[in-house]
């Protein structure tokens, strides 16, 4: 499941909650060139490495996918997505639309993409303000990338409106274990998964790609 969104949207808040729930789910630690931000933990968050580093994982073609985000470099370490894979997991990725692209390219019959919104751009900023993990000058570079972001709203399956927290996890967590067991109830497995499925058609009917279009100035 490739999740992603503009920065301060909601999708590390989001997808933590769903991995803390549902153990079949491990999330891609991905490979990153930023500073540690307070509060991270190397290997748990990203793993932490020089561009030197970096640029050696590129040369040994481990990467699965990598791209430069906000002027620092990211990417997607191969060998264990393939490993959850064989075992039967499931992964989350929290990437860009750059990654978001790739990852589906390289996985496409596995992949689900699923695209975080804001409710609107002005608590896009006081989200990303009040995290206060960034330098204020970092904070604006990712703001003016915000838009940028967002205008690759039309590759993602589902649109989730991150407004009130719930709502947006219930919705997440319905997409999610649609797309892994079905919509029809199953003895064997214990979601209810109609109701599950109903929750997905509410949220598209909401329209959020109407909401996706306004937030990018077309409409
Ligand atoms: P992202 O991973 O997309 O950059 P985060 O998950 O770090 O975003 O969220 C950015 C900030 O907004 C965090 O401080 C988080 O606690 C807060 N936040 C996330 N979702 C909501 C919400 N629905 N309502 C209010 N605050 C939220
Ligand atoms: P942050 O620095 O806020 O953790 O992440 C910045 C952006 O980089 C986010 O959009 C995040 O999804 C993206 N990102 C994180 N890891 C990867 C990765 O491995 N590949 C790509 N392409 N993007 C990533």
Do not use: C
């Not at 500073?35 to 991270?40: T, V």
């Not at 608590?123 to 990338?145: C, G, N, V, W």
């Amino acid at each position: 499941m490739i999740v992603s969104s503009p920065s301060g949207a909601g999708k590390t808040t989001l997808t933590r909650r769903l991995l803390s729930e549902l153990p079949q789910l491990e999330f891609s630690v991905s490979y990153t060139t930023r500073p540690i931000r307070p509060g991270e933990v190397d290997h748990r968050d990203y793993h932490f490495v020089s561009p030197e580093q970096f640029d050696e994982m590129v040369q040994r073609g481990e990467f699965a996918e990598h791209a430069w985000v906000h002027s620092n470099r990211y990417g997607t370490a191969q060998a264990p997505v393939e490993a959850a894979l064989a075992n039967g997991r499931d992964v989350i990725f929290d990437v860009d639309w750059q990654g978001g692209a790739a990852l589906s390219a390289r996985w496409p019959l596995d992949s689900l993409k699923v695209f975080i919104l804001p409710p609107d751009l002005k608590t896009l900023e006081s989200r990303l303000r009040q995290r206060a993990t960034d330098d204020p000058k970092i904070i604006d570079r990712r703001l003016a990338k915000a838009i940028e972001e967002l205008e690759h709203y039309s590759e993602y399956q589902h649109l989730i409106v991150n407004d009130d927290l719930e709502r947006a996890y219930t919705v997440l967590r319905a997409v999610y274990l649609t797309r892994r067991y079905g919509t029809v109830d199953r003895p064997d497995v214990p979601f209810a998964l109609g109701d599950l499925a109903r929750v997905v058609e509410a949220n598209r009917a909401t329209a959020p790609d109407a909401h996706a279009r306004r937030l990018v100035g077309r409409g």
